[in-house]
């Protein structure tokens, strides 16, 4: 069964500060690795995905890498800012017949100004 | 703009009630997926729908919840009784042309998936 682990749980950083948030799953079958942003009280939005194939993922400020042997993503943000804070998901899809979603049970980012 | 609709947004009801939650997915859309999000064990999946038909439901109560998708543009996710461990945010997904069983549709670009805005369920 298909566990992911999403360290630190909670972090706070002051603005403008580079971060790094951390994603590991326990089998390394995968499909593909998605990042998803959620706010207070609201839905999840799609940040990037990186299919089993490819190493990394660009958008913006974010970069997502992929070491799918070593079961990690890593999500970079540059020069974080106030508006960055929210919660940050983690989910893989497996290969299989249902190609589930697994999520980890996010970071809390808090970038102050 | 295509998004997920869901409705109700919020729903307060006393345990037993029967509680029905909605979702639009996105039109053209043939994958749909219901998950409920806890503090304490995050996102779970409960159902899977693929072209309507219902592929995984594992994750789900059976003695209490059903999942149901009675045309393209609706699907439904009951819960009858309520309990107030039930209490949670649910949410619906829709994507495109997942790779499935019977072969897949084209890979590329195919993979996101685009959540609604969640129920958020309270069973007092």
């Known amino acids: 069964k298909q566990e992911v682990t999403q360290i630190p749980a909670a972090l706070s950083v002051p603005e403008g500060e580079n971060l790094v948030l951390n994603c590991s799953f326990t089998?390394?079958?995968?499909?593909?690795l998605q990042w998803f942003r959620q706010d207070p009280g609201k839905g999840l939005t799609s940040l990037l995905l990186i299919q089993s194939s490819q190493r990394e993922q660009t958008s913006g400020r974010l970069n997502a890498s992929l070491d799918k042997s070593s079961g990690r993503s890593t999500l970079y943000i540059a020069a974080s800012q106030p508006g960055d804070s929210a919660t940050y998901l983690c989910a893989v899809r497996g290969r299989g017949s249902n190609y589930k979603l697994t999520f980890g049970k996010g970071t809390l980012l808090t970038v102050n100004p | 703009d295509a998004r997920v609709t869901q409705t109700p947004r919020h729903k307060v009801t006393e345990m037993g009630q029967e509680v029905t939650m909605r979702c639009q997915p996105i039109l053209g859309h043939n994958t749909v997926f219901w998950y409920r999000q806890t503090m304490m064990q995050g996102l779970e999946l409960l159902a899977y729908?693929?072209?309507?038909?219902?592929?995984?439901d594992s994750g789900m109560p059976k003695d209490r919840f059903s999942a149901e998708m009675p045309d393209a543009t609706l699907a439904t996710l009951k819960i009858q009784p309520s309990e107030p461990r039930d209490s949670a945010v649910y949410f619906c997904?829709?994507?495109?042309?997942?790779?499935?069983?019977?072969?897949?549709?084209?890979?590329?670009?195919?993979?996101?998936?685009?959540f609604g805005a969640g129920s958020r369920l309270t069973v007092l």
């Open positions: 997904a829709s994507g495109l042309g997942l790779p499935g069983l019977a072969g897949g549709l084209n890979k590329s670009g195919a993979n996101v998936l685009t």
């Open positions: 729908f693929r072209n309507r038909a219902p592929l995984d």
């Open positions: 089998d390394s079958a995968i499909y593909n």
